[in-house]
């Protein structure tokens, strides 16, 4: 076992979105094995009452720190680390421009493989300790990025692109080389042979990938939707009603439906673990028909603002009931910082406000980024935050990091100004440290 001490922030363990956040001053975390030996937190709160429960464990103490749950995040592209900041009219032009053409290259394992070690050293140095994240539709880069996350210990979820048309020939999904197979049937059967290698060894976890509705074919999406009643603690993750162009596209594409979501509810495709990026221009059908098939929406306000796309609609989301959590959605969003990440969403949560006062507030923004994106992922307890049972991931806080962090925190009256002094002015130079399990970065 093992203990650190200094200021701990967490969330009450009933996990509601609105509930308060939990603040010692002067706490102690003591972390030790579980019965599967995973490194979890075995007790936590106010020191001296702590400290005298486990009086033999040996302390590291971390004076003027704040030992924070590490930071999840709800939807990425790991291909599109290089893609950040590629300027462009919208999504469309976007992804011809930039996205597809970089995509293209995770056909070859060796450039996957150093792709993967930067974006997990990346999210790491910004203190994300959980990821949902694509890979291309070229299975070399799933195998790369699992192989890496594996060897960090970081608890990551991707899975292989379903893409089998309206897309560059060299990106879509390819048929076996002996012609056993065409395209669409050999990406499911890719996907399931994925799932038996990766799906809960360590920490990884799979996910069902359709790009999004449009570059699928009803049959890779029915084969998808089937794949997804069979494994059903697999994850799904897709984009929907992200821009309006995409919307008129997907409805010409599947008229049946009602609505670009319920393309997905008519394959099978919404249910608990799928988590849909954007869910930007919904109507109520489509955010009750979110809340009753337990799927989640990943709030991606970097990429949001500057696709121009639209903003998330809290009250929307709040007054229908469905689970939402904050998403970098890198390379269309802006940041690997989390701290970028919360305070886009408070510029996006004042566009739709209607009552006075801010618009999210501070432990709510927080909250998103870490238990509530837990929930949202049906690992409540398991990661994003620090009550006893869930897995020792965490980060420590420098809110000395540079002069003006150091000159506002030190003003901070509350928890909330606090939280808030860090979220405007926070980025990786708060992150004074990472630490998942027993590996630590500095
Ligand atoms: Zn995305």
Request: overall charge negative; aromatic content about 10%; hydrophobic content about 40%.
């Amino acid at each position: 076992m093992k203990a650190y001490r200094a200021a701990i922030l967490r969330f009450a363990p009933d996990n509601d979105p609105h509930a308060c956040a939990v603040y010692e001053d002067d706490g102690l975390l003591v972390v030790g094995p579980n019965a599967q030996g995973r490194q979890v937190v075995q007790a936590v709160g106010p020191y001296q009452e702590v400290r005298q429960r486990f009086p033999g464990v040996a302390v590291t103490h971390w004076p003027g720190r704040i030992i924070a749950p590490g930071f999840v995040d709800l939807h990425s592209h790991y291909p599109q680390t290089n893609v950040i900041g590629s300027p462009a009219e919208g999504l469309l032009p976007w992804l011809e421009n930039y996205t597809f053409p970089e995509e293209k290259r995770f056909l070859d394992l060796e450039y996957s493989a150093q792709s993967a070690s930067f974006f997990i050293a990346e999210l790491l140095r910004n203190g994300v300790t959980t990821a949902l994240t694509f890979a291309t539709s070229h299975p070399t880069s799933v195998n790369a990025l699992f192989q890496a996350a594996q060897q960090n210990r970081l608890r990551l979820i991707t899975g292989l692109c379903l893409m089998d048309r309206h897309a560059p020939a060299d990106l879509l999904n390819q048929p076996a080389h002996d012609g056993s197979t065409d395209a669409t049937e050999q990406s499911l059967l890719d996907s399931e042979a994925l799932i038996t290698r990766w799906h809960g060894v360590d920490r990884l976890g799979y996910a069902i990938t359709p790009r999004f509705a449009p570059t699928s074919t009803d049959a890779q999406l029915r084969g998808a939707g089937e794949l997804a009643a069979k494994y059903p603690d697999v994850w799904i993750q897709s984009h929907v009603a992200e821009n309006k162009a995409e919307i008129a596209w997907a409805r010409a594409l599947f008229p049946a439906s009602r609505s670009y979501l319920a393309t997905y509810a008519d394959f099978g495709l919404l249910r608990q673990r799928a988590i849909y990026a954007h869910c930007i221009h919904f109507d109520d059908e489509d955010r009750a028909l979110m809340r009753d098939t337990g799927s989640a929406a990943a709030v991606s306000p970097t990429s949001n603002l500057f696709l121009g796309s639209g903003f998330f609609d809290y009250a929307g989301a709040d007054r229908v009931g469905f689970q939402y959590g904050l998403a970098s959605d890198v390379g269309g969003g802006t940041s690997f910082s989390p701290f970028h990440t919360m305070l886009a969403a408070y510029y996006v949560g004042r566009e739709g406000q209607t009552k006075a006062g801010l618009s999210l507030s501070p432990q709510h923004l927080w909250w998103q980024h870490t238990a509530g994106a837990a929930r949202a992922l049906g690992l409540d307890g398991v990661v994003g935050n620090l009550q006893p049972g869930c897995e020792a991931d965490f980060v420590v806080l420098n809110p000395q990091a540079t002069p003006l962090l150091a000159r506002k925190t030190a003003l901070a009256d509350s928890l909330d100004e606090l939280l808030f002094s860090m979220v405007v002015l926070g980025d990786d130079r708060l992150i004074e440290r990472t630490v998942i399990s027993q590996s630590s970065q500095a």
